[in-house]
């Protein structure tokens, strides 16, 4: 059993950064690959981010790819979403799962994560 918590979000003016945390409790933890997903008002959750097991492999949906940049301290059971140069497009609730399944790669689809956050508020002003 995994359980995740998001920290992090918050209001900040368009071209200004953020740094969201996702802690994990469990031993197991380290062994398994995080996501980022998102949901905006009135819209589809969506894939934001990816790393593997290790924390060595990232992909980012292409209109975040530059800016965000996801990373992972197994030493501290915590994942990170570092968003730079944010946008009010990118005004969401995030959330972070983890894999259904142990040492795996890198997953896109929500249907491929078992466990997740309760999510946190970003709200980008122009």
């Known amino acids: 059993q995994v359980q995740l918590v998001e920290s992090g979000g918050g209001l900040v003016q368009a071209g200004g950064s953020l740094r969201l945390s996702c802690a994990g409790s469990?031993?197991?933890?380290?062994?398994?690959?995080m996501g980022w997903f998102r949901q905006a008002p009135g819209k589809e959750r969506e894939f934001v981010a990816a790393i593997d097991w290790s924390g060595s492999s990232t992909l980012y949906r292409d209109s975040v790819k530059g800016r965000f940049t996801m990373s992972k301290d197994n030493a501290k059971n915590t994942v990170y979403l570092q968003m730079n140069s944010l946008k009010p497009e990118d005004t969401a609730v995030y959330s972070c799962?983890?894999?259904?399944?142990?040492?795996?790669?890198?997953?896109?689809?929500?249907?491929?994560?078992?466990?997740w956050g309760q999510g946190t508020h970003v709200t980008v002003s122009s």
């Open positions: 799962a983890a894999a259904k399944r142990r040492f795996g790669g890198l997953k896109v689809g929500p249907s491929e994560y078992e466990y």
């Open positions: 469990g031993r197991t933890f380290s062994s398994y690959a």
